[in-house]
């Protein structure tokens, strides 16, 4: 089974439905390598470091790389199924586009008003209960940290490193795997129930921060469904970097005060 979104008039882009090996297994790419960093490689990397935050270092490295890692993966695939990667083709495969009408097939206009929603029902995810976790691997707690505002305030490699890696992990790493690549191809394998799958597969893939699962799977609603019904991934981006944009700020008032 294929889909077949028109790219201009140069150009049909066929997206392949993905069988649910198939599936599991780009999921497993992502997820594994994410939760070896995590927990086995970022404390063996931490004894290369002095300091008190050694650990935190290391585990920013670590997930760094595993985030690029995914966003490597999602080239190499979409290269192998496309033969190119030209922007006109990434956009269309990637779903990274206007949000299109389900009714009509409209693009942009007034679709663009449905972020207003998602980004209530994405805020919201504040007030759910947060389950017991090692402060080790919070990064909320390392900015709130002495050791963590030091690091920002005498490095400026540090700042820019996570900054990179806030960017990886909702544009260029976890959003584009899940609802750029994934969520588009899983229709095949699971009907209409396909973001429902979607969620689920993300909330599972947080191994490297297993308390954070709940609110995960919570995003089915606020970032997959949408992307789904509106063909867009850049919608589930959009509202995915607000938490870019928080972090970002904090370690700027961080480092310049």
Not at 45 to 57: I, K, Q, S
Not at 138 to 152: K, N
Not at 223 to 247: C, D, E, G, K, M
Request: charged share 15%.
């Amino acid at each position: 089974m294929t889909i077949t979104d028109s790219n201009t008039a140069t150009r049909q882009v066929v997206i392949p439905q993905y069988s649910k090996a198939r599936i599991l297994g780009t999921w497993a790419a992502a997820a594994l390598p994410m939760g070896l960093l995590a927990w086995v490689v970022a404390p063996v990397l931490a004894h290369v470091f002095d300091g008190p935050t050694a650990f935190a270092r290391a585990l920013i490295l670590c997930l760094t790389a595993g985030l690029f890692w995914q966003f490597v993966l999602v080239l190499v695939l979409v290269r192998r199924e496309q033969g190119t990667l030209r922007w006109s083709v990434l956009r269309e495969a990637l779903w990274l586009r206007r949000p299109e009408s389900p009714k009509d097939g409209r693009r942009g206009g007034r679709l663009w008003w449905v972020l207003v929603p998602m980004f209530l029902i994405f805020a919201a995810e504040e007030f759910l209960p947060v389950f017991p976790h090692p402060g080790s691997h919070d990064f909320g707690v390392f900015l709130e940290s002495h050791a963590g505002h030091s690091l920002l305030t005498h490095s400026i490699f540090w700042p820019l490193l996570i900054v990179f890696e806030m960017v990886l992990n909702t544009v260029l790493g976890e959003e584009l795997l899940f609802r750029g690549l994934l969520l588009p191809r899983m229709r095949g394998a699971f009907g209409r129930g396909d973001w429902v799958a979607n969620g689920i597969l993300f909330a599972a893939y947080h191994l490297h921060q297993p308390w954070s699962m709940p609110g995960a799977l919570y995003d089915t609603f606020a970032l997959a469904y949408p992307a789904r019904r509106y063909r867009s991934a850049v919608l589930s981006i959009i509202v995915h970097s607000t938490q870019t944009v928080f972090f970002a700020v904090v370690a700027a008032v961080l480092i310049f005060t």
